[in-house]
């Protein structure tokens, strides 16, 4: 059993950033396969990146690509979503998430466990 806990949201004028950061519990961290998702009013929880734990390997969707860098610190069961060039689109709840599988997927269906949320709203 892995628990999530996001952190870092909030309140932000458009060209702003935010540093989101999601604790783990538990001592097998590395093992996951750790990724953030988001989810707009009236829409699906979307992939924004994840991050293997064996290589550090990263993936973003491409519609945050070179904006939203994905990183972790195994020492600190910890896993960071760097925000930057923040657009109002990119206004959502941020969830953080948790594969335990060494394959990367972006599907939802596919994690295991998930963080309460994090809001984040950009403001023109």
């Known amino acids: 059993q892995v628990q999530l806990v996001e952190s870092g949201g909030g309140l932000v004028q458009a060209g702003g950033s935010l540093r989101l950061s999601c604790a783990a519990s538990?001592?097998?961290?590395?093992?996951?396969?750790m990724g953030w998702f988001r989810q707009a009013p009236g829409k699906e929880r979307e992939f924004v990146a994840a991050?293997?734990?064996?290589?550090?390997?990263?993936y973003n969707a491409d519609s945050v690509k070179g904006r939203f860098p994905i990183s972790r610190d195994n020492a600190k069961n910890t896993v960071y979503l760097q925000m930057n060039s923040l657009k109002p689109e990119d206004t959502a709840v941020y969830y953080c998430?948790?594969?335990?599988?060494?394959?990367?997927?972006?599907?939802?269906?596919?994690?295991?466990?998930w963080g309460q949320g994090t809001q984040v709203t950009v403001a023109s």
């Open positions: 998430a948790a594969r335990s599988s060494a394959i990367v997927t972006m599907s939802r269906y596919d994690y295991d466990y």
């Open positions: 538990g001592r097998t961290f590395r093992r996951y396969i």
């Open positions: 991050i293997r734990g064996s290589d550090g390997r990263t």
